[in-house]
């Protein structure tokens, strides 16, 4: 009976060991699968960080070349993240251009929330010819980051000429007056405007003096200081019956540095000495000021110039032939600050819009002006809403501000189609007004023109997203967002980026420029990082016909379900999901493939023990029949 019991096992031996080799092979291939899974999940969350911080890492540049020279410039480096970034290996090429731009540095940092200006220097020993190149290409990588990223582009960064200038900028808010010849207010030239320099004097400067006395004349200077540098600037003040004390007649504005106390708002402000001179008749002296001052580029040079008068109590007889003296002066009143601002909160006037318009009176003169009407035209993109069209100032001192709000509505149809940055129109502010001299009212008519540019509304339409109705997690599911342009000119610079808590946020398109009546759409795979409510968005940017950055979020929602996980031989519910956790590195049988493997290995056993019963119950029903017989 054991010699039957023995050969029994020894068949039946191989057969057990078999299932387990099977069993081990099993468990063996689902812990690669699962360790792979983890690699990848990994890898993917980790590429989808690196790809995060690249794209908050902009680029800029306003680089002016000279053909057969070799200059330095920078390229500003902007983050917009919150973890500083460092860069390595930047390369700035355009294969079809005949220059070169080498970086000083290969490894640099820029801080979070913060800019890096990367020196370079443009070769252009190749004769470049001269004009405004559209694009470069910007390759760089994140230090210690073995990846490959797409080179940002640089648009219009680049201008060759033979007098190193830089590519040009649009004027955004401008003043347009009658006459040019001594306020230096702003002038149109097409889009281009001239930057703006305003001059006056503070009421801190004495309007009369005794000959041979000395007074100070304190001048102060209004102006956007991102629009003019002063690098090279000049003023100069000069008067003929005037000499200056103290100091040079012309100065170098960068280097001036009086801090004047007054209330006036101004950008920089200069102090002169001036000594008036003896034997004079008693009478008003004119002095002159004149400032010249280059644009933000250093291109262009402009002129600015005002003058004012002093009246010098002399000591000198009068007659006819004497010169010296002037005439009382003509008092000029000039619009010396304006602004609007549309009802609906924008800081811009949008075609169709009804907005405020403030403006601010001076008499800039030293006398009294009276009987003052000032009228506004209309023109031919403005109407005048509420309120009348001209407004009646009894008396103006000299050296008064007088401030009066009107409403005024941009016509629907201001703005022409084929504008890209917006139309400026004007509005005319006429002035009629009186003084006395010599006991004689003197009556002056002057007009000037306010420019205020007006824009289209933007047309650009975007669609809904359309997401699954349910999904898996870490199933990829695909979304598409799609936009139309109803506008009459295109729309550039489209990009979509998809953000929320998905497996790769931030994932970023460009789609580039949408002509006038196209439709476009962009698309996404996303998968869901655990089960429940997936919140997401995608953020399209683009530049309407207007040149204004803007920018639309499309939120979306999918509910995800967990993945279904097999049930063979009623294990499912023995399978802990944490035992699904990624490994970190090499190879480790997880838990519930040895639990498995046990389970199998009993499994296998109960067959064998079944088996050998059987075996041995037929034994022993055939011995018995053999007793029998």
Known sequence: MKMKTKRMIKRVAPVVMAAIMVLGVIGSVLSSMVTAYADDRGSNLKNSR???????????????????????????????????????????????????????????????????????????????????????????????????????????????????????KTAERVLVTSDDSDTG???????????????????????????????????LLTYYKDRISLQGSTISVTGDNFS??????????????????????????VRYQLQAKKNLVSGYYPVNIKVEYYDDEETKTYTAENSFNIYIEGTKDGDETDTSKVDLPTPQLIV?????????????????????????????????????????????GFTLTDSSNSIYLDRLGAGETMEQNVSVRAKPNTSTPSSQTGDIYTITVKFNYQYINDKTYNTVTKDE????????????????????????????????????NKGTTDVRNITAVISGNIQNPGQSQYIGNLPAGEESSASFTFSALEPGT???????????????????VKEFTVEAQPMPTFDDMGMGDM?????????????????????????????????????????????????????DI
């Open 244 to 269: 200056v004390v103290n100091g040079m007649v012309s100065r170098n504005l960068q280097y001036e540095s009086y801090k004047y106390s007054g209330s006036e708002k101004y950008s920089k402000a």
């Open 449 to 484: 023109k306010l420019a205020i540019p007006v824009i289209q509304k933007d047309r650009f339409e975007v669609g809904e997203p359309e997401p699954p109705m349910m999904m898996y997690v870490g199933e990829e599911s695909g979304i598409e967002l799609s936009f139309v």
């Open 50 to 168: 690196l790809l995060t911080m690249y794209n908050d890492i902009d680029v800029k540049a306003s680089i002016g070349a000279i053909p057969g020279q070799e200059v330095n410039s920078i390229i500003t480096f902007s983050n917009k993240g919150d973890n500083s970034v460092d860069i390595k290996g930047v390369d700035i090429a355009d294969d079809e251009s005949p220059f070169s731009l080498i970086p000083d540095e290969d490894l640099f940092t820029v801080p979070a929330k913060g800019t890096y200006d990367l020196n370079v220097r443009v070769d252009t020993s190749g004769a470049a010819p001269e004009g405004t190149y559209q694009e470069l290409k910007v390759r760089f990588d994140l230090d210690k980051v073995d990846m490959e990223f797409e080179p940002k582009i640089l648009r219009n960064a680049i201008r060759v000429s033979s007098t190193g200038a830089k590519p040009s």
């Open 575 to 627: 399978m802990d999901p944490g035992m699904m956790e990624p490994v970190d590195e090499g190879f480790h049988m997880p838990v519930w493939g040895w639990i498995l493997i046990a389970v199998g290995g009993v499994v296998v056993a109960v067959v064998v023990v079944v088996i050998i019963r059987k075996k041995i119950k037929a034994k022993k029903a055939q011995e018995d029949d053999d007793e």
């Open 336 to 380: 010396d600050q304006y602004s609007y601002a549309a009802e609906t909160g924008n800081d811009y006037i949008m075609a169709g819009d009804t907005f405020s318009l403030n403006l601010k009176i001076k008499n800039t003169s030293s006398i009294p002006v009276v009987n003052t009407v000032v009228t506004l035209e209309e023109g031919l």
């Open 534 to 552: 997936v919140k997401a968005s995608i953020t399209l940017s683009y530049e309407d016909s207007n040149d204004i950055q803007r920018e639309v």
């Open 185 to 219: 207010y702003t002038e149109v030239e097409g889009s281009i405007a001239k930057p703006r320099m305003d001059i006056k004097i503070a009421s801190s400067t004495p309007t009369s003096c005794k000959e041979g006395d000395t007074v100070d004349v304190i001048v």
